[in-house]
Every structure is written in C-alpha cells, then in structure tokens.
C-alpha cells in the first residue's frame, strides 16, 4: 500500500519516525511534516507567503521518502498531494502526535487536521495520538497502527473517513483493549500570564489546566467518549467528519426560522 504519513510535531518527532519506520516494512512510505512544531494550528493554511519544501535524507529509514514543509500540517498533505506525490495514496496517517487528542482538542490540533485534508481528498485517513506529553515510549502505539492498517485494508470502510485514534501512554501488556467510542467533552480553563520581555514590552502566554468535564456524558450510554475510554486505558478509535452541521437541528430550526423569513420588511 502507499501511505503518505504527515504530523504537527515536526519532522524531527520522534513518534512520527518510529510510525513511519515501523510501516515502511510492509508499505510504500512518504512522511511530509512541518520542518518545526506546529501544534495546535488547527487546519489552518499558508497563503500570504510560499511554501517551500526539502527532502530529508537522514531521519528515517531508507526505503521512506521525506520532506520537510514550510508550512501548517494542513499544508503538507495538501502539497504533498496536489505537488509531491505522483499518484493518490491509499491511506493518509499522521502522528504519532506528542499528548493526547480526546474531545474538543480535535478542534485545535494539527494532527487531526492534517489528516482531515486527506477525507477532504476522498482519501481514508488515520490521526494517531500517544497520552503522554513526556514519554517517547511510541512504539506501541506504531504497531497498533499498523495493526489497524492492516485490518482496513482487509476490511474496508463504507466510506472515506477519519478514525482519530489514542492510546494509552502504557506498556502494551498494560492496555486494557481498543474501543470505538464518540468525541467526548475536554475543556480547559485558561489562563493567559501577563509577562514583560527584555524591552519592556508586555506579552501575554496562555497556559492553564485541562477540565475533563463528564456530567454531559451520561453514563449509561451505550458508546464511550474518548475521555471515558482513555481513563480506562482503552485505545480509543473514533470517527471524525469535516461536516458540521447540526443535522438533528435542521427541522426545528426550520420552523423557527419561518416568521421571520416571511416578514418581507427585512430584505
């Protein structure tokens, strides 16, 4: 299969090296990170300036062809599909993201984004995750995802779409087991510091803590929310789409909208 694997950690993170050298054994492997960090950017995209692109020799295995982008997550997949490549891959992957991404972070984090851009494309795409903004331990997590890989290609999808995964920052003897589960509730309270640099000059940092807020997940659900699984040191598998209409909204609104679309004085 060819895979084309992307990150927001960079091109020098160590999860995607040991994702992208753990596929390269069984797959046609090419990485195109960010050539730095560029966490929570969300699918933000790079046009007021270009973008420029080199091949990495020296990181990864190989049999893997790299690229280091000057731009977003988003950006890499993008180029790497419209510029770099010369067919459509089978599987777009990206990770194995630094620290976890369960709930709301998806709204944020570059890794979920960058391979939303491959659903975009029509591409099935798979965001991998590791709980642990410390341990550099991803090589479980590697082989889960290549472990899923393998099932996908045995077991298709009935459609293109984004399975945001997390694992538990454990030994693979530790996890309890993988499950399906929906996007749960993670909000933070923020807190922005007031600082001063060297010239006076005041800036301000956002920092905070993480609310796991789980009273809007009763729990007797028949699905877990990641959140939920994650504490259970489950694997979490869940799938994503770039859609956001509230779809179970539309008739009520409908109704709600029709005194005022038929008061002609407002157009």
Request: overall charge negative; glycine content about 8%.
């Amino acid at each position: 299969m060819k895979l084309l694997v992307g990150n927001d950690d960079g091109i020098f993170a160590p999860g995607v090296r040991t994702l992208a050298n753990t596929l390269a054994a069984d797959h046609d492997v090419t990485v195109v990170c960010p050539d730095r960090e560029r966490s929570a950017t969300g699918h933000g995209l790079t046009i007021h300036q270009p973008i420029r692109a080199e091949q990495v020799t020296s990181i990864f295995a190989k049999q893997v062809q790299a690229w280091a982008c000057s731009g977003t997550p988003a950006d890499c997949i993008k180029l790497a599909l419209g510029g770099l490549l010369d067919s459509s891959p089978d599987f777009v992957l990206s990770g194995i993201n630094q620290g976890p991404n369960l709930g709301t972070d998806v709204l944020y984090s570059g890794t979920v984004s960058a391979a939303m851009e491959g659903v975009i494309e029509g591409i099935t795409s798979l965001a991998f995750s590791y709980a642990s903004f410390t341990d550099h331990h991803f090589q479980p997590a590697a082989d889960f995802a290549n472990g899923l890989l393998h099932h996908l290609i045995a077991n298709p999808l009935p459609q293109p779409m984004l399975l945001n995964v997390n694992v538990p920052a454990l030994p693979a003897e530790q996890i309890k087991g993988v499950a399906m589960t929906r996007q749960g509730i993670r909000r933070y309270h923020d807190i922005f510091e007031k600082r001063t640099d060297p010239r006076g000059k005041t800036y301000y940092w956002l920092a905070g803590e993480v609310i796991e807020d789980l009273e809007d997940q009763p729990s007797d659900a028949l699905t877990l929310t990641d959140v939920q699984a994650m504490r259970q040191q489950l694997i979490t598998v869940t799938p994503l789409q770039y859609n956001l209409t509230a779809t179970n909204t539309l008739s009520p609104l409908a109704e709600w909208l029709t005194p005022l679309s038929q008061n002609k004085s407002i157009f």
